[in-house]
């Protein structure tokens, strides 16, 4: 079992700053990719930023110089530092990796519960 645990949303002003994490536990032999990805109201869920187990990163354009993705493979944790906070960020924002359960297991998508990120003055 697998699961994915996010922490760090909340209420954010234009302008300023939140991280989230989230930490992947339970029966894990690998992790590929992971990332994040958000949906707002009424609107479809989107890629925010995505890390590999090789250090590759890739962002959507909407946040492309204003946030940043990072992991720590030891901690099996993935963060997203968000700066220079938008109206527009609002969303529920979801974990999501891609991970093996064991050697010879396929590797399938995880996804978390989802954390709030309000930005609001």
């Known amino acids: 079992q697998v699961q994915l645990v996010e922490s760090g949303g909340g209420l954010g002003q234009p302008g300023g700053s939140l991280r989230l994490s989230c930490a992947a536990s339970g029966s894990i032999f690998s992790i590929n990719a992971m990332g994040w990805y958000r949906q707002a109201p009424g609107k479809q869920r989107e890629l925010v930023a995505r890390a590999t187990s090789d250090g590759s990163t890739n962002y959507a354009d909407s946040v492309k110089g204003r946030f940043t993705i990072s992991r720590d493979n030891a901690k099996n944790t993935v963060y997203l530092q968000m700066n220079s906070l938008k109206p527009e960020d609002t969303a529920v924002y979801y974990c999501?990796?891609?991970?093996?359960?064991?050697?010879?297991?396929?590797?399938?998508?995880?996804w978390g519960q989802g954390t709030q990120v309000t930005v609001s003055s």
């Open positions: 999501n990796a891609l991970i093996r359960t064991t050697i010879r297991a396929n590797t399938y998508v995880y």
